[in-house]
């Protein structure tokens, strides 16, 4: 069996700086595209082994600033759902709170903007 490379991958400026562990130095690719076959290259070049015949384990490393946006995006992804759910739950009490004062279902549609179909959804409590 062939040995799995480790392979880091890391934008800088417009190129792409790659490092494999168990090599010493490093080599770089264009455009992300170019990566593997820059990889297989560099490895083929120290290993001898066939560049065809190279199996890569191919990791990303970001920029600190990119690694703490994407961190602060999926926060904020996070605070949405946990908004949309309370929201979901408030429309389903309006929806709840205007059947107990008798109207119908047709009319909580109107009421709140809604089809029938979704007033009646929220009032099975089936919209999430």
């Known amino acids: ?7 880091t991958a890391e934008p800088v400026g417009r190129f792409w700086h790659i490092e494999v562990s168990g090599i010493d130095g490093a080599t770089q690719a264009r455009n992300a595209k170019d990566v593997d076959s820059m990889a297989r290259d560099f490895i083929s070049l120290h290993s001898g082994e066939e560049a065809s015949r190279i199996k890569l384990n191919l990791g990303i490393r970001l920029p600190k600033n990119v690694s703490e946006a994407l961190a602060r995006a999926e926060i904020l ?7 949309r759910r309370a929201a979901a739950k ?13 109207l119908t279902v047709r009319d909580i549609g109107l009421a709140l903007g809604l089809s029938f179909q979704r007033a009646q959804q929220l009032l099975k409590g089936t919209i999430s």
């Open 1 to 7: 069996m062939s040995q799995v490379w480790n392979v």
């Open 77 to 83: 992804r996070s605070e949405a759902e946990t908004a």
């Open 90 to 102: 408030e429309s389903q009490l309006a929806a709840q709170l205007l059947k107990e004062d008798g």
